[in-house]
């Protein structure tokens, strides 16, 4: 019984495994611009890249419902 409880608790968590920072960028970056989805305002599936930190792009999926930050080497 305690193994399902360990398990229970695994699986609660709140922990958004995307990075914060991209999703916000694919939720907002395109609002208000002929780019975003018209039902939503996300945007579209892609890179775009990031202007804080010009290494790295915003990738955006499934409809700008997801996003992460990733680098170049």
């Known amino acids: 019984m305690k193994i399902f409880a360990i398990f229970g608790i695994a ?12 999703l916000a960028f694919c939720h907002n970056a395109c ?3 002929e780019s975003g ?13 990031s202007f804080k930190d010009c290494d790295a792009y ?7 419902n997801w996003g992460d930050k990733v680098r170049l080497l």
């Open 37 to 49: 989805l018209p039902e939503t305002g996300y945007c579209p599936d892609g890179f775009y890249p």
């Open 58 to 64: 915003y990738l955006c999926w499934d409809a700008g």
């Open 31 to 33: 609002q208000g611009t």
């Open 11 to 22: 699986l609660a968590t709140d922990e958004v495994p995307h990075d914060p920072e991209a």
